[in-house]
């Protein structure tokens, strides 16, 4: 079985500042790791996801996440927020091999003060 | 390539009525998923499909929703008799192979 855990229901921050979002995960095997965005009353489009090859990676408008095995950890960090990065985002496991239904996180919602 | 699919956007049914919720996933994808979204809540699993097969429904209610991807057409979610506990945000996903699930739009279902 697997979890997500996303510490922090709302993170506000200054545009400009550091966007920095949690994200553990518990699972008894390898995992698949993404986090997706989503706008108001839209679907889920994905951000970046980790699939076992190099533990940083990169996604779309300037984000980015590393893997960290012994801290059970992916958290999702961007240098510089933007007015349109506001926006609710969710961490997901599964399982890698099997790879059927994500497990999501309770979802953290990122305000950007001007 | 179109994205994936969803119709209706909104749908508003009484209680007891019945409401389908259809899902085109994208073009070469095999593989579906149905996930619901309950208000301030992340999204749960429901059911994972290829085409005419169901391959995992443990997120599924046990009674009242079935859902189905036949051989031609879109996936269906249907739920009957429904009640006021059934609004939410019903989200289906489709991928290319077992690994990233890309979302439609969502229904947004309000039972009156």
């Known amino acids: 079985a697997q979890s997500v855990t996303q510490l922090g229901s709302h993170v506000s921050v200054s545009e400009g500042a550091l966007v920095l979002l949690r994200c553990n995960y518990s699972s008894s095997v390898p995992p698949y790791l993404f986090w997706y965005v989503q706008y108001p009353n839209q679907g889920l489009q994905l951000l970046l996801k980790?699939?076992?090859?190099?533990?940083l990676v990169k996604g779309i408008n300037g984000f980015e996440a590393e893997f960290k095995k012994s801290e059970t950890s992916f958290h999702l960090t961007k240098p510089s927020a933007h007015m349109s990065d506001a926006a609710e985002y969710f961490c997901a496991v599964t399982l890698r091999g099997s790879a059927r239904q994500l497990t999501f996180g309770s979802g953290t919602q990122l305000t950007v003060l001007p | 390539n179109a994205g994936v699919m969803q119709n209706p956007r909104h749908l508003v049914r009484r209680r007891g009525q019945e409401a389908r919720l259809r899902c085109s996933p994208m073009?070469?994808?095999?593989?579906v998923y149905w996930y619901r979204q309950l208000p301030e809540e992340g999204l749960k699993f429901m059911v994972y499909?290829?085409?005419?097969?169901?391959?995992?429904e443990s997120g599924m209610p046990k009674e009242r929703f079935s859902a189905e991807f036949p051989k031609e057409g879109p996936s269906i979610l249907r739920i009957q008799q429904v009640v006021r506990g059934d609004s939410a945000a019903y989200f289906c996903?489709?991928?290319?192979?077992?690994?990233?699930?890309?979302f439609g739009p969502g229904t947004r279902l309000l039972v009156l």
């Open positions: 980790y699939t076992s090859a190099a533990t």
């Open positions: 499909l290829q085409k005419e097969n169901i391959i995992d």
């Open positions: 073009k070469g994808h095999s593989h």
């Open positions: 996903a489709s991928s290319p192979r077992l690994e990233t699930q890309y």
